[in-house]
């Protein structure tokens, strides 16, 4: 599959850091992983997640930045979207890219060599093969699995397993007359966002092969390719009608001397 160098530090991020032993760049590689996770995060959940406190945490997230691995956005308030925005920490391209993009470069020569020697439907071709491999292996994996929910959180995974880190996010949406529950897939890594940036055909084939994996249509609301801080595809899972608001009825009685002729 593709080339991914996230083994070394998935699995740790749970553990407290700052354990004996513990070095500086291991420890650094933990918080960037797990910006890599959640993001985009605060400095306060980092150091939740991670055993930090609020000064360590801050530290190695000041060295990422200076180092151009975590950019810093400012996020609004979501709830009232009054006061000062927060600082939240995501992945530059740079610290995507120090997790795993081997070969390529290479790989972007030879699609353009393709491109220009067979045309646009050549590389589209490519991409379509390169992606029918994974489809089967996951087709496998969600075999049995019922309820959309329970089929993204196995995909998800499957993600992962490639090199993606995927995770999925429950979204609740109210509208005028109804309550609509969706799931949106999340990738927070991309192996090979560089080569998609320059051939956008493979973020369409993938989004095309979740749609027939999952059974319904999905819609890609950002990529890592296209600029987003992660990939994320949202998927419906259905809707409530929302609660009718009763009607205020008076009930009028007449006595038998009022009582309409």
């Not at 610290?95 to 020569?109: F, M, P, R, S, V």
């Not at 092969?209 to 249509?217: E, S």
């Amino acid at each position: 599959m593709y080339s991914s160098n996230l083994d070394s530090a998935s699995g740790s991020t749970a553990e407290t850091v700052g354990a004996v032993g513990d070095t500086e760049e291991r420890t650094r590689d933990r918080v960037l992983y797990a910006v890599l996770e959640d993001g985009p995060v605060s400095a306060a959940e980092l150091g939740n997640k991670l055993g930090f406190t609020p000064a360590a945490v801050r530290r190695h997230l000041d060295a990422l930045s200076k180092s151009g691995l975590v950019e810093v956005k400012l996020v609004a308030n979501q709830k009232s979207g009054a006061g000062r925005p927060s600082r939240r920490y995501v992945l530059s391209h740079r610290g995507q890219t120090k997790l795993g993009n081997d070969y390529l470069e290479i790989a972007t020569d030879a699609l353009k060599m393709l491109g220009e020697a067979a045309g646009d439907d050549a590389i589209r071709k490519f991409a379509r093969n390169r992606f029918a491999e994974m489809e089967t292996r996951y087709a496998k994996a969600l075999a049995g699995v019922e309820g959309l929910e329970a089929r993204a959180e196995v995909l998800s995974n499957m993600l992962s397993s490639d090199g993606f880190v995927g995770y999925t996010r429950k979204v609740d949406t109210k509208v005028a007359t109804a309550l609509m529950h969706s799931v949106q897939l999340c990738q927070g890594h991309c192996p090979i966002q560089d080569l998609a940036r320059e051939f956008p055909v493979f973020c369409d084939t993938e989004t095309e092969m979740f749609a027939r994996l999952l059974g319904v249509d999905v819609r890609r609301l950002s990529t890592l390719a296209g600029g987003g801080h992660v990939c994320t595809t949202h998927i419906p899972v259905g809707r409530e009608k929302a609660p009718m608001r009763a009607e205020k009825r008076t009930r009028i009685q007449f006595t038998k001397q009022e009582r309409p002729r």
